[in-house]
């Protein structure tokens, strides 16, 4: 079976300071990988996807990640953080042979933009 | 605009009543989703479906029924036997292959008093 854990529940930050969501997964066949983000009281939007090919993907808003696939993971960054950035964030993983598109979940990462 | 509708946004209802969450979408994708949303818990998956008149059970089904008559439209009943109802609900929807992302409606926060 297959899971995703994110390592941190909350990351504080200041404003303008980089930032870094961690993501492992747990899978045994190929996955494909997402980050969505959440604001408060609405649904998701997709920050960023890895299918294949370069393993550094740019997403929206500045935000970039990078698939390592030795160490299963998924890490979000940013170089400099704007308080607009508060949100809840989420690693999810799908499965490449999937006919489904069920997605799988991490518990989330709650990051809080300081001024 | 194409998109995914969940209505209404907020719910009420009292301990022990059927409610149904209503979900909308006019992209034209075959599969739909229902999540539910705990703090601190992710999303879970409650049903899913692929094609009209068919349905799946995910992890959490149990309380929950689901239809799908349309493609457009997979309303979610949260039963009586749901023994903790209170959440927040998502619906999306997709093209069924995994490389395209899900897209996601609003939500639904229901709250059972």
């Known amino acids: 079976a297959q899971s995703v854990t994110q390592l941190d529940s909350q990351v504080p930050v200041f404003e303008e300071a980089p930032v870094e969501l961690r993501c492992n997964y747990s899978?045994?066949?190929?996955?494909?990988l997402f980050w969505y983000v959440q604001y408060p009281n609405q649904g998701l939007q997709l920050l960023l996807k890895?299918?294949?090919?370069?393993?550094l993907v740019k997403g929206i808003n500045g935000f970039e990640a990078e698939f390592n696939k030795s160490q299963t993971s998924f890490h979000l960054r940013k170089p400099s953080v704007h308080i607009s950035d508060t949100a809840e964030y989420f690693c999810?993983?799908?499965?490449?042979?999937?006919?489904?598109?069920?997605?799988?979940f991490g518990q989330g990462t709650t990051l809080q933009v300081k001024p | 605009d194409g998109g995914i509708t969940q209505s209404p946004k907020y719910l009420f209802r009292k301990e022990g009543q059927n409610v149904t969450l209503s979900c909308e979408q006019n992209?034209?994708?075959?599969?739909m989703y229902w999540y539910r949303q705990d703090p601190g818990q992710g999303l879970r998956l409650i049903y899913y479906?692929?094609?009209?008149?068919?349905?799946q059970k995910g992890d959490i089904a149990e309380g929950y029924s689901v239809s799908r008559e349309k493609k457009e439209s997979f309303p979610l009943t949260v039963t009586s036997a749901q023994k903790n109802p209170t959440a927040f609900y998502l619906c999306?929807?997709?093209?069924?292959?995994?490389?395209?992302?899900?897209?996601f409606g609003q939500g639904t926060r229901l709250t059972v008093v």
């Open positions: 479906s692929q094609i009209v008149n068919d349905f």
């Open positions: 899978s045994s066949v190929s996955v494909y």
């Open positions: 999306a929807s997709s093209p069924m292959t995994g490389r395209t992302e899900a897209f």
């Open positions: 992209l034209n994708h075959d599969a």
């Open positions: 890895y299918l294949s090919g370069s393993t």
């Open positions: 999810a993983v799908t499965l490449t042979s999937s006919n489904t598109g069920k997605l799988i």
